[in-house]
């Protein structure tokens, strides 16, 4: 190659190094105006002056504030605020509600779209600082399988840079029960011991916030009841717990508070026992098969609990806004009638109705 061919290859490669950090710059400015100029509450149309974000709350251990995620056209969380201190909340919603996206925005390992994640009044988003602070146990299976137990406990252990990783290690695996399987490889392990193994390894560095993704699936009920007085123990202490689940008995057994999550919105959150009574409270459909349905409609449509009946393929349909009312008037309707009741199913008992209605309240 002659020289002026090399002074034009060096020249024409200059210039293409030139624009891409020109567009390189571009681009973080334009990122940096949609983080940090668009309204973190309401819409972000309109040409008056946009609402500076609202200072994060003081103390508080968690936050989400206005924080959506989307992946193209799928927007998986949407317009979120919350805060945590210590205690048991529970991420309460159907599958493909938008829960693990919150728990890995929480851990750092996603970027929000708008909005932000604070971590100890710091962003959780590419920040080492974090994970001193937090442990994730995710719901897909990370461990692996030719680790023994104590092996992946003590990985963690010096991943974290402990001071006395072995003992770390130790302590984890006695920890959530498994001091009898430790030196068995996890391939070995069953379902309920892999989970147990993964919460063993978030806790070897004794976090302060405990992040998990449906942390109980697989286990026998004495794991699970083993787990759930784990994690009470830890709130007691102070720490702040955040687990997810689909399964409303868990939360009702574990969680102090509830954030429902329904399709990406967050449909409810607060004391539990609120929660439920807006679930319990909400109208019911109920179809009932009966000695005389004919005789049993015209029975129940005269009670205060009952706001509509409806006979369709052999089947009574009742739709009550009183839940407890009903289930103790219905004995004795049938009763005073002569009537048999042969089945009765709620038709609206699935998690995704419940928090449907939730969202439409």
Known sequence: MTDRAERADRAERADRTERADRTERAGRTQSDRVRHDRPLWGPTTGT???????????????????????YGNVVAVNDISFV?????????????????????LLAGLLRPSDGVVAIRGGPAWRNPAIYREIGLVPERESVHPFLSGYEFALLNARLQALPRPEEAARRAIETVGLTDARDRPVATYSKGM????????????????????????????RQRLQMMELFAQMAAEGRVILFSSHILEEVERLAQNVL????????????????????????????????????????????PSVFGVELTDGRLAVRTSDYAGFARALPAIARSGG?????LLPTDEDLESVFGYLVRR
């Open 48 to 70: 008056g002056p946009r609402p500076e974000p609202r200072p994060l709350s003081a103390g508080a251990a968690v936050e989400f504030q206005g924080v959506s995620r989307w």
């Open 84 to 104: 945590l201190a210590s205690g048991v909340t529970g991420l309460l919603g159907p599958n493909g509600a938008g829960k693990s996206t919150i728990l890995h």
């Open 339 to 343: 009537l048999s009741i042969l089945e």
């Open 260 to 303: 429902v999550i329904v399709s990406g919105r967050l449909a409810a959150a607060g004391d539990f026992r609120e929660i439920r009574r807006l679930m319990t409270d909400r109208p019911h459909t109920f179809t009932i098969r009966s000695s005389d349905d004919r005789r049993l409609a015209a029975a129940l449509v005269g009670h």
């Open 194 to 221: 892999r989970q147990r193994v993964k919460i063993a390894g978030a806790l070897v560095h004794e976090p302060a916030i405990l992040l998990l993704d449906e942390p109980f699936n697989g286990m026998d009920p």
